[in-house]
């Protein structure tokens, strides 16, 4: 399926940017989930589920505290969803970015913006994530592929497959079944800690960019990577952290 480089890249070890990013999407969907509903976490299931999502990659306990804080006081301030799709300057390569945005006017223009620096083009809606996968994934330190298997079994999670590689494991669900998954692997490792916890679209099929092209989807990922609507960017170029 391609994937493999989805546990090398889980892998590696954040830079502080990349931590900063994660805290800041952890706290917009916190915030938003809190909007949403109760503020209480366990009045609430779809925040609650956010902040063990949040836990899970590390975001720090005051991060999580200051998104509900803000949205307990912001009452004006109202977010929606939005998905994005595109292509690369060549050799089929592909993306998706998710956004939470205040202001839909001002995303599409910042991503525009981030596109045309990259002489990508955006798509319209359903023109590449036909070919992805919406999976939940787990990544973890862990090498027993029989066991994770027979946990999963005995719990009713819809497994979709198991990939090992370096020692690193890749769980891959029904998205609906994520947290579930995670009960039954803190039940089989009650001390693992996961690298990778969240909903993704998977590409079912990678390509390899060279030379110009490489480094302008890489450009293009750099540029989405600093608009702060964005909080998800999937695509499906497998060498570009090479």
Known sequence: MGRH??????AMQKTANQKAKVYSRYSKEILVAAKNGDPNPDMNQTLKKAIERAKANNVPADVIKRAIDKAKSSADENFSSAR????????????????????ANRTIANLRACFNKSHAKLGVGGSVSFGYEHLGVIVIEYADEEAMMDAMIEHDIDLNDIEIEDGYMTIT?????????????EELIPDVKFLVLEDKMVPNETVELEGEDKDLFKRLVTLLDDVDDVQN???NVSNLDD
């Open 5 to 10: 480089f989805e546990v090398r890249a889980a």
């Open 84 to 103: 994005y799709e595109g292509f690369g300057s060549g050799g089929g390569s592909t993306i998706i970015i998710d956004c939470l945005t205040d202001n």
């Open 173 to 185: 669900v029904d998205p609906n079944q994520l947290d579930d998954a995670k009960t039954v692997v």
């Open 233 to 235: 960017v999937y695509h």
